[in-house]
């Protein structure tokens, strides 16, 4: 008789629904959602954003003078002076974070018939779809398929200068943080009233957690990348992401709970049903890892890496850890932090970062015949 095999996802569980816990349901596991981030949505940078959808900074359709839309009583300095063709989000927390700010302010008029929202995978891209069809029916979004920042920022080259391809060798892309906006009024109205584009192509706007790779930035407005082709990137920070204070004493209990037979489809400090399930024998678990925080209080739980428990002689541990679990990460800027941070390799890193880019990571790791043969009681 085969059982479910445990999986532990160092996630908090998305609502109404998780694709993670919807797949892995129902292909031979038993999911466990750990979580390890708590967040925090930044409102005075949120309130920015809605700013500029009130200056008009988002109608890049509108064929009138550029500083028409701009309220001098309702933009601070020359901030909203330039406009946005677009937005990439490459987290669910920064969907999270704009959503919020929409549900609790609302949401502007605007004209832009199409506006291009560029996100990275499958997950964000959903997350996206509901807010759009909800708040901005003309937007259009792109990049589900990308798998990472890299590809992203490639496909964005290809789609954006698409769109505006007379791009102005003239005007600057030196703006890299809104926060500290530093072009000059007339470097804008030079660009702006520029008589080969008067409509030069506009930034896109990226709204990002504290903690990001830099990656997308330096590659669309890379020094090395012709002028013409440099997309103006925009970053504004909307919220703050820290470890959660209960997470290794959660994890510890999740993991106690693996190997005692018994498993629940999400663990909290709050949970309180320690009944024994009795079973004839304890099949290996799997760990997955969503980003660098935490890991290493994993490492410490799991007694792997620079935590594996010295062999009798002395000698170092083995750095793989226990034989009962084994870790997957959802992509190579995990996978890579664990190597790089605490020497530890993980046993699976998903080419794509979905569920089922998980699962086809762990059914390779067993020659691509799944889980079934280890998974017997």
């Known amino acids: 008789m085969s059982r479910s095999t445990p999986i ?11 694709g993670y ?27 920015i954003v809605r700013q500029l959808f009130a200056s008009g900074a988002f109608n890049v359709a509108d064929t009138s003078s550029s500083s028409s839309t701009i309220s001098p009583s309702t933009a ?45 995978g499958p997950a964000t891209a959903r997350a996206l779809t509901t807010l759009r069809d909800k ?60 008589p080969l584009h008067p409509h030069p192509k506009p930034s896109l706007l990226f709204l990002v957690g504290e903690q990001r790779r830099d990656i997308i930035p ?9 002028v013409p082709e440099r997309i103006d990137v925009e970053e504004l920070v909307v919220y703050e992401t820290g470890e959660m204070q209960s997470f290794e004493t959660d994890f510890t ?66 750095a793989t850890g226990p034989s009962d679990v084994l870790v997957a990460t959802i992509g190579p800027t995990t996978r890579d932090f664990l190597k790089e941070r605490f020497g530890f390799e993980a046993h699976v890193c998903a080419e794509r970062p979905s569920p089922e880019g998980v699962e086809e990571g762990i059914r390779s790791f067993f020659g691509g015949e799944g889980v079934s043969g280890w998974m017997r009681c």
């Open 135 to 194: 708040h901005l029916p003309g937007a259009t979004i792109h990049g589900e398929d990308a798998g990472n920042g890299q590809n992203l920022a490639h496909f964005i080259l290809n789609h954006y200068n698409a769109i505006y391809p007379a791009a102005d060798p003239d005007t600057h892309h030196t703006t890299n943080n809104i926060n500290n906006h530093t072009q000059s009024e007339n470097d804008t109205n030079n660009a702006t009233n520029s």
């Open 21 to 47: 816990q919807d797949h892995f349901a129902t292909n031979g596991f038993d999911p466990c959602f750990v979580p390890v981030l708590e967040h925090r949505f930044l409102a005075e940078n949120l309130a």
């Open 253 to 318: 209990e999740a993991v106690r709970r693996c190997r005692d037979g018994k498993m629940i489809s999400s663990y909290s400090s709050s949970a309180n049903d320690n009944s024994p399930l009795t079973v004839d024998s304890r099949p290996p678990f799997w760990v997955v890892v969503f980003s660098p925080t935490g890991c290493e209080a994993m490492l410490r739980v799991l007694k792997m890496g620079p935590f594996a428990e010295e062999h009798e002689d002395g000698g170092g541990g083995n």
């Open 76 to 120: 601070p300095s020359n901030l909203f002076a330039k406009r946005y063709g677009g937005m990439i989000f490459t987290s669910q927390r920064a969907v999270e974070a704009f959503a919020q700010m929409i549900e609790d302010h609302g949401l502007p008029p605007f004209t832009t018939p199409s506006l291009p929202l560029y996100t990275v």
């Open 8 to 18: 532990l996802l160092l996630k908090t569980k998305s609502s109404p629904h998780d």
């Open 218 to 226: 330096k590659t669309l407005m890379g020094a090395d990348r012709p």
